[in-house]
């Protein structure tokens, strides 16, 4: 079975400043991790996956992941935060091998001027 | 190439009416997810359909339900419905099945349903 848990249901930066949001996960399997973004009334939009590559994976808008297996995390990290990232973030897991995405209860991101 | 599109984007019906939402993936896309969002559960999964056939299943009572055509498109109807079902409905698309292999997802607008 897979599990998220987004250890942040809120997290609030200033423009400039690094962003952290934080996702833990469990999973019977080899697992895939995705993060995705919802900005208001829109649709999700993955940032970045993980597969079996590279630990450290570079997505869209200057954000990245570090797949911790020891740790069992994928968190979310961005250098400098940008007025346009305050959305909703959602970390995903599923078994590489298929199977139904188990969505984390999600990460509200503000920026502040 | 054309996203995911949902339609009708905004429905409001009535305890105990019957509604169908529809999704047209990705052209090329063979996998369909259904997707229940609302403020209180979050994203919780409905089921996915793989060249017509149903390959994953959410916990959701009977009066969901769903169905994918030849051409991959996809609907979902809700039967009865109660209160409880408004919510935003997504539909995502991916080449293979979701997950496998890391294919991604990719999302429509969603259908916000509102039941009165």
């Known amino acids: 079975a897979q599990s998220v848990t987004q250890l942040d249901s809120h997290v609030s930066v200033s423009e400039g400043t690094p962003v952290l949001l934080r996702c833990n996960y469990s999973?019977?399997?080899?697992?895939?991790l995705f993060w995705y973004v919802q900005h208001p009334n829109k649709g999700l939009q993955l940032l970045l996956k993980y597969t079996s590559a590279a630990t450290l994976v570079k997505g869209i808008n200057g954000f990245e992941a570090e797949f911790k297996k020891s740790e069992t995390s994928f968190h979310l990290t961005k250098p400098s935060a940008h007025m346009s990232d305050a959305a909703e973030y959602f970390c995903?897991?599923?078994?590489?091998?298929?199977?139904?995405?188990?969505f984390g209860q999600g990460t509200e991101l503000s920026v502040k001027p | 190439k054309a996203g995911v599109t949902q339609t009708p984007r905004y429905l409001i019906k009535t305890r105990g009416q019957q509604v169908t939402l529809s999704c047209s993936p990705i052209s090329g896309h063979r996998s369909v997810s259904w997707y229940q969002q609302t403020p209180g559960q979050g994203l919780q999964f409905l089921f996915e359909y793989f060249s017509e056939t149903q390959r994953n299943k959410g916990n959701f009572p009977g009066r969901f339900s769903g169905r994918q055509f030849s051409n991959s498109r996809s609907e979902m109807n809700v039967s009865t419905l109660e209160l409880g079902d408004s919510a935003l409905y997504l539909c995502a698309s991916s080449l293979g099945l979701a997950g496998m292999a890391g294919y991604e997802q990719y999302f429509g607008p969603g259908t916000r349903l509102t039941v009165t």
């Open positions: 999973s019977s399997y080899s697992p895939s």
């Open positions: 995903v897991v599923t078994a590489r091998r298929g199977g139904k995405l188990i």
